[in-house]
């Protein structure tokens, strides 16, 4: 089955360490965006790939970090830069412009202590 | 700057009642618009779209939604919820296929027996 599966589900970090976040799609999807959720607020766009080796700023990008090394994976790492980084992360995936239908993975909760 | 409002951050219906989410957006022209549903701790799948024709889009699960242009609104209805239907609903909209999509904060739906 296609579709893009996320990792771990639930991660918890002590503040000030760096975190990865997985996020890898086998549906030959050119473009792959990282979102952060938190209640109330919808979804915010962290960074936005739409091609291999390529990778743009979303609205909050400060203190995190992505790269895209191979089509299918997209890793998020959130630094001790972010002020505040609890939060649901989803990663969503899509053929190309970036109004074409997203997809999206089930989501990591990262819990800072 | 673009924006999109959800003015029902709660409802709740009864089974086997009828359901309208309203989303309104701020771009004057015709955009992209969709709606998502996100299950409790999932990612977002798409219900609907619209991109240009006929006004009143047809989605999976039966729902449905209506694009107006005079309101700038994209509400999405359903004539009949079932218990399952509850969940986060998130309007979305793009105002070009190659600018970002952006999410509206979400309306929660519980459904009563």
């Known amino acids: 089955d296609g579709g893009i599966t996320q990792s771990p589900k639930y991660l918890f970090r002590k503040e000030g360490q760096n975190v990865t976040l997985s996020c890898e799609q086998n549906?030959?999807?050119?473009?792959m965006y990282w979102y952060r959720q938190d209640p109330g607020q919808g979804l915010r766009l962290i960074y936005y790939?739409?091609?291999?080796?390529?990778?743009q700023k979303g609205d909050i990008a400060e203190g995190y970090s992505v790269s895209r090394e191979k089509k299918e994976s997209f890793p998020l790492t959130v630094t001790s830069a972010q002020k505040n980084p609890t939060a649901f992360y989803l990663c969503?995936?899509?053929?190309?412009?970036?109004?074409?239908?997203?997809?999206f993975g089930p989501g990591t909760r990262l819990t800072v202590l | 700057a673009q924006s999109v409002t959800q003015p029902d951050i709660h409802i709740t219906v009864s089974e086997g009642a009828s359901l309208e989410l309203r989303c309104n957006y701020s771009?004057?022209?015709?955009?992209?618009l969709f709606w998502y549903v996100q299950s409790p701790g999932q990612g977002l799948q798409l219900l609907l779209k619209?991109?240009?024709?006929?006004?009143l889009v047809q989605g999976i699960k039966g729902f449905e939604a209506e694009f107006k242009r005079s309101q700038s609104s994209f509400n999405l209805r359903k004539p009949s919820v079932h218990w399952s239907d509850a969940a986060e609903y998130f309007c979305?909209?793009?105002?070009?296929?190659?600018?970002?999509?952006?999410f509206g904060p979400g309306t929660s739906l519980s459904v009563i027996p």
């Open positions: 549906l030959n999807h050119d473009a």
């Open positions: 771009y004057g022209a015709t955009p992209y």
């Open positions: 790939s739409q091609i291999v080796n390529d990778f």
């Open positions: 969503a995936s899509s053929p190309g412009q970036r109004t074409d239908t997203q997809y």
């Open positions: 979305a909209v793009g105002k070009t296929s190659y600018d970002k999509v952006i």
């Open positions: 619209y991109f240009s024709g006929d006004t």
